[in-house]
């Protein structure tokens, strides 16, 4: 019955969320949103620890959660509700801000659950025989990345270096449906919008960029485009390259500077890019 309490809130827009980082809970009365992370992790069979390691975070933070001491952030929300399932996905989407109507908007998908139907069957077909070969019980994986109010600028523009939160937790836009296989870390990817032109022909002004925060290893990432963060300058989009021990942002036009990592300059990988998407001109 409360699952249900819970759904119809979202459906009718009147889910009560707020800001999750600076909201504190008197740890003797365990709210609803700590018996529902109770409830997730006891259902996938997993001890705080386990728990813990797919959100990146500690067995003491799960801890807190449970206890109701402290909320789980944004991130951890919405990667709770991609987990989840129907309909205990609603109500940790709803935590996380996100309104049933933003969701239905860029997942339309979710509309057929909402019904009770069944995702869309996928078909394969192989190239040039000109039969269809349906692959049996396929089904389309999709998961919820959102689209973050953070801007990475391109070489030459002005980032927003008042950003402190950077990727982990910053003001949630709207949220985008993407294949689960394009995701290889789920909790830790997210979406941001580009700024500038340096990045064309490849990336464009407008162009949103789906980014993995979990792979910022400098030594795996060579040639690959990344984000980048610095204290005054804030993110900002390249190509890494290494030249011997010389490590490199790189714009792919030739007219931009390039900067070199070094410990003066203080810049940060904090995410690998993984796609990206635009309205066509």
């Not at 490849?202 to 910022?216: M, R």
């Not at 010389?246 to 890019?273: P, R």
């Amino acid at each position: 019955m409360k699952k249900e309490v819970e759904v119809e809130k979202l459906v009718t827009g009147k889910a009560d969320v707020t800001p999750r980082s600076r909201r504190k809970s008197n740890p003797s009365v365990q709210p609803e949103w700590a018996r529902s992370v109770v409830r997730l992790r006891t259902g996938l069979a997993l001890n705080q620890v386990a728990f813990g390691n797919v959100f990146h975070c500690s067995a003491m933070a799960v801890s807190r959660w449970e206890r109701g001491v402290s909320e789980p952030p944004s991130h951890s929300y919405i990667a709770m509700g991609n987990l989840a399932g129907d309909p205990l996905c609603w109500y940790f989407w709803s935590r996380a801000g996100l309104s049933k109507e933003d969701l239905l908007r860029v997942m339309p998908h979710l509309q057929a659950r909402l019904r009770k139907m069944q995702l869309p069957r996928l078909e394969v077909v192989a190239a040039g025989s000109g039969t269809k070969k349906p692959k049996s019980k396929a089904k389309l994986q999709l998961v919820a990345i959102p689209l973050l109010k953070s801007v990475a600028v391109a070489h030459g523009e002005k980032g927003e270096s008042e950003a402190t939160d950077l990727l982990e937790d910053a003001p949630i836009e709207s949220m985008i449906a993407a294949p689960k296989d394009w995701c290889p870390n789920p909790s830790t990817t997210s979406c941001v919008r580009v700024r500038g032109s340096s990045m064309s022909p490849l990336i464009h002004d407008g162009y949103i960029l789906a980014v993995d925060s979990a792979q910022t290893e400098i030594n795996e990432l060579s040639g690959k485009i990344v984000i980048a963060w610095h204290r005054d300058r804030g993110l900002t989009v390249s190509r890494l390259n290494r030249f011997d021990h010389t490590v490199v942002l790189q714009s792919e036009n030739a007219n931009y500077e390039s900067i070199t990592l070094s410990g003066k300059q203080k810049w940060k990988i904090v995410a690998k890019v993984l796609w990206w998407i635009g309205k066509a001109p």
